[in-house]
């Protein structure tokens, strides 16, 4: 979603709408652990350009579905969203308390916003309906606290005669 400020001035008093479907592609995804994607990612918005100040002023909402990994399985979990945000550019060089986003070679390039906002908005964790915890598995089981106490009481076969070996030297 980019906009030149060329075409945003010849809009009618440099107010313009928009309603786009972007997507993600999926190698985005590869070194985050938190999101596995993003589908049917749907902006609506409109801007308005104040050519006082050099600035552009967008609103926008954001829906779609993110792809989470389940915290208990790992299976993907469809995850809806709806984002309501506004974001101001610049087209100066902004000094660094001003909360606004320099516009680089007079091109407006929404989409990484869009991004970032999505990414704000993952949850720590999602449970996929109906997943459960693995308690055992090839080679591996969940002990609970009757089978630690079991395995404390458990004396190496091996070791077995140093028992009788501490018993001499009382």
């Known amino acids: 979603m980019k906009w030149n400020l060329q075409w945003i001035v010849k809009q009618k008093n440099g107010c313009f709408d928009f309603d786009e479907t972007l997507s993600f592609p999926s190698k985005m995804f590869h070194n985050l652990s ?25 609103d926008f909402q954001i829906d779609g579905e993110m792809i989470l990994p389940c915290a208990i399985s790992l299976e993907d979990v469809n995850y809806p969203f709806h984002i309501e945000s506004s974001v101001i550019f610049a087209f100066y060089k902004p000094s660094e308390d001003e909360e606004v986003i320099e516009v680089k070679k007079n091109i407006v390039d929404l989409t990484p916003v869009i991004f970032q906002e ?9 449970v996929k309906e109906g997943a459960s915890l693995k308690t055992h598995g090839q080679g591996w089981k969940v002990l609970s606290e009757e089978d630690e106490r079991e395995d404390e009481d458990y004396i190496d076969p091996r070791l077995a005669k140093l028992k009788d070996y501490f018993k001499d030297k009382e």
Do not use: A, F, S
């Open 118 to 126: 999505i990414m704000m908005e993952v949850p720590m964790r999602v």
């Open 34 to 58: 938190q999101i596995n994607g993003l589908k049917d990612v749907h902006v609506v918005g409109q801007g308005r350009l104040d050519t006082k100040n050099h600035q552009l002023y967008v």
